[in-house]
């Protein structure tokens, strides 16, 4: 572990009405085993001593609050109004609807333990691919409904989570037909100005048209639901990512047209994606109004084959075409697609750490600063008529990537590249080129705090609202793995750079 040095951000309490200090904690929770390591502290399984056995699993994350130092690198301290507002959007949401619960906060002068509830079924790409069958379409109604209440309860409360993906997205448990939590409220805000939210937050491919313009109300969060829904069904189009966001950000698209969208989903989820995915947000229907459309609700009563045939022999011709309504359908390769995604995460993971860990520091700010500039080159223009018109995906191929690297003569690279699992599969799939930003610290401000999205747009580039990349994230959102130079590997697949000075 690393050295928390005294920094304006420890010292002071940062947590009104926090639960009592270090002592009150262990004298209330049972440390179990670690479950990842992060910048900024340490995750951990912990036994609730006061709950019945059985419902005494948590998570506890401990969160130093000054300056770290920990093995060569200098870590500024977390931004103290983002944890505040999120402890504060969890504490008014109270884990109802499928809301995370935060279960306690301790405070000391120098660390924050922050206790939630354990989500043993992983985020959501992890969950689909563990399962033994494809889904079908009562599990994703079943999702569905659960996504749209919970935005409902936080709509309500007028908070907007701002960074729905399938990330942030867990299961209560790995077990077929698991509840849902809605996780990781660091992007989320309750701040209004003139009626809309003018603030740019979240991850690119899932936002929406009217996040563009900075002129946005609650609705953004219906936008992602759609999105996310769609990721669930189809996998995520890594191969053909641009070409993805462009067909969602048409003002008139059919959405069975957007890529490996499964050609038997019955009409009344292609309807509930068109009301979920209304271009234009003054059109589009509250979450309220969305939870009573027939797709949502179909979970309710949906019946497997294997009923509905029971039921035919019980009742005879009439109930048969009543119950054939409400037949629940499997989604052919869904497991299948979320598996491959995750071993693409890891590709991409290994993949950069590569590159970060064998450049020298030189080399690398000016590879990622070619890779940026080819990724602007290789950007596809959106439909014409657009609200988002000229915006782009900051990624680039994983063959040109490769291209660029032999340009270069970083032939080594190159020959360990090969050697990944799965590298040959993967050559045309989209890369992220923030992973590679991320070890360069060309993202950070003074504060050091990290954008939450990236998007290219030409010369104009959108105002962006800042997070810290240390926010709390839910159970198994934590790195436990280093790499070389600056970056930490994540148990979700995904790499995050250090963003701070490393000292040699």
């Not at 999120?86 to 306690?104: N, Q, S």
């Amino acid at each position: 572990m690393g050295t928390c040095l005294s920094s304006a951000t420890g010292g002071g309490i940062l947590i009104e009405d926090n639960d009592g200090n270090e002592k009150d904690y262990h004298d209330r929770f049972l440390e179990d085993r670690v479950l990842g390591q992060g910048e900024f502290g340490v995750v951990t399984l912990v036994q609730d001593m006061r709950a019945p056995d059985g419902e005494n699993s948590l998570a506890c994350k401990v969160l130093r609050k000054g300056v770290v130092f920990k093995e060569g690198t200098l870590y500024t301290p977390l931004k103290p109004e983002i944890l505040q507002g999120e402890i504060g959007m969890l504490r008014t949401l109270a884990g109802k609807h499928y809301i995370m619960k935060l279960v306690a906060v301790y405070e000391t002068s120098a660390m924050i333990h922050m206790v939630t509830e354990y989500c043993a079924g992983g985020e959501m790409m992890e969950y689909v691919s563990k399962q033994e069958e494809d889904l079908r379409t009562d599990d994703v109604s079943r999702i569905a409904f659960q996504l749209l209440d919970g935005i409902n309860h936080c709509a309500k409360h007028e908070i907007i989570h701002r960074d729905l993906k399938p990330e942030n997205v867990m299961f209560v448990s790995p077990t077929p037909g698991s509840d849902l939590r809605i996780i990781d409220f660091g992007s989320g805000t309750r701040k209004v100005v003139e009626g809309v939210h003018t603030t740019f937050a979240g991850s690119a491919f899932y936002i929406s048209p009217e996040m563009f313009q900075r002129t946005y109300t609650q609705k953004t969060d219906i936008w992602s639901i759609g999105v996310t829904l769609y990721v669930l069904v189809a996998g995520y189009p890594a191969d053909v990512l641009q070409k993805a966001f462009n067909h969602l950000q048409q003002n008139e698209r059919d959405l069975r047209k957007l890529p490996n969208f499964p050609e038997d989903m019955p009409d009344s989820f292609v309807e509930m994606m068109d009301e979920l995915l209304v271009y234009r947000h003054k059109s589009r229907k509250t979450a309220d109004e969305l939870l009573k459309l027939e797709f949502v609700q179909f979970h309710k009563d949906a019946f497997s084959i294997d009923q509905i045939a029971l039921q035919a022999q019980q009742e005879g011709p009439k109930g048969s075409s009543s119950s054939n309504q409400r037949m629940s359908m499997s989604i052919k390769g869904s497991v299948n697609r979320h598996t491959v995604m995750l071993d693409y995460q890891k590709y991409q993971m290994s993949l950069t750490a590569l590159i970060a860990t064998l450049l020298g520091t030189k080399e690398l700010v000016s590879f990622v600063a070619d890779v940026e500039e080819r990724a602007k080159a290789n950007q596809e223009k959106p439909a014409e008529g657009n609200i988002s018109l000229g915006m782009s995906l900051d990624v680039i191929s994983i063959n040109v990537l490769k291209e660029m690297l032999k340009e270069q003569k970083h032939d080594q690279v190159i020959q360990m590249i090969d050697k990944l699992p799965h590298s040959a599969t993967f050559e045309k799939y989209a890369y992220d080129v923030s992973k590679l930003r991320e070890f360069t610290n060309k993202d950070d401000d003074k504060d050091g705090i990290t954008r939450s999205v990236r998007l290219s747009s030409g010369n104009k580039k959108p105002k962006m609202s800042l997070q810290k990349s240390g926010s709390f994230r839910g159970s198994f959102r934590f790195s436990k793995k280093k790499g070389n130079r600056s970056g930490s590997l994540h148990q979700s697949g995904s790499l995050r750079g250090k963003r701070n000075s490393t000292l040699t």
